[in-house]
């Protein structure tokens, strides 16, 4: 039977960049293979169950597997308007370098320092100086052209 809105779903799955790049993947062995799980060490690489219409996965792929059935493999192509959107200038702030450090305590201040803000969006820092402190709140993956490799493994 065809999968629909409001269907859970698991799929097996391998995200690349435009370049091949993998970024994510259910399958361990090619997360170990291409350094995946050494940037989410505490994870584990499992099919992916999802509920479709809970925004619980990017649109692109949430539209892509409806009509899809059990045991079907698809190769898709998300741009970024239906993945993590573009990667847009206002979701880039400043903050003056001695607020950040009295909010930031002892830790110590880097590029790709990971920040989140009191309402939970993560952001991470892009640039300081001695007088301020950018931070990009963009996700990691905005304006990026996503594909994955699909296989629909159960549907409920």
Not at 19 to 41: I, K
Not at 61 to 86: D, Q
């Amino acid at each position: 039977m065809p999968i629909s809105e409001g269907d859970s779903v698991t799929i097996s799955y391998v995200g690349r960049l435009e370049d091949g790049t993998v970024f994510d993947t259910s399958d361990e062995e090619l997360a170990r293979e291409a350094g995946v799980d050494e940037e989410y060490p505490e994870r584990s690489f499992k099919p992916l169950e999802v509920k479709l219409g809970s925004d619980r996965v990017i649109e692109g792929l949430a539209e892509e597997l409806v009509g899809m059935e059990v045991g079907e493999e698809k190769t898709i192509t998300i741009p970024p308007e239906k993945a993590y959107g573009p990667h847009t200038e206002d979701r880039v702030a400043e903050y003056d370098r001695a607020d950040f450090d009295e909010m930031i305590g002892d830790r110590e201040l880097a590029e790709g320092f990971e920040v989140e803000t009191e309402d939970g969006l993560p952001g991470e820092v892009v640039d300081f100086d001695a007088g301020s402190v950018t931070v990009d709140f963009n996700h990691e993956l905005a304006g990026e052209t996503l594909t994955f490799e699909i296989e629909v493994l159960a549907v409920e």
